[in-house]
């Protein structure tokens, strides 16, 4: 039903709406609702972790969806989320405040391999990219296996950043073993 009411709202507008509780604020309501079947309906992030406060690095956090169902599973989870499309990173932090979700730090930045920014495409939903050539701008960007390397663990590794996957797990190839479960768009 979700999909079904998207698909009459106008693309590419800021909407709102509730789902399960949780008060959503979107950019394009078309490509979230496809996240919320693939999170919430069909499961398709879920990991166990024997702690009740598993560390998660979510590269490519878009309006935080995925943060909502980390957190309705691991309330305690310890979230570092990365977004760097302007528009979609402000429905993203109201989406965080409005649902009361703590413990999540968030970076204004691109994951990249190193942190001398990047040129930024936006396309106003979920494809932004380094390849993307719409509207594009330098955003900053943080070198993922920097982070990686001062982490002892990482239980769950979400990768969703349009293409530039590749090259930055190949530059994070020695740091991966730390990471318990890797989901790659």
Known sequence: KLLADAKKIERYKNYEFVFRGLKISVTDFVSVAWQIKEFFVDGRMNFTSES???????????????ILYFKSQYPRAIIKCFEPDPKILECL???????LIKDVTLFES?????????SFGSEGADG???????????VSSVRLRDLLEE???????????EGAEVEVLLD??????????????
Request: hydrophobic share 35%; with cysteine.
């Open 52 to 66: 009740n406060e598993p560390i998660i690095y979510d590269c490519g956090a878009n309006v935080g969806v995925s």
């Open 151 to 161: 982490e002892a663990k990482i239980d769950l590794l979400k990768m969703d950043i």
């Open 93 to 99: 932090k109201k989406n965080l405040k409005q649902n």
């Open 128 to 138: 932004g990219s380094i390849y993307n050539s719409n509207h594009k701008k330098k």
């Open 110 to 118: 691109a994951v990249w391999k190193d942190n001398e920014g990047v």
């Open 172 to 185: 994070c190839s020695e740091v991966i073993k730390k990471v318990k479960f890797l989901f790659v768009e």
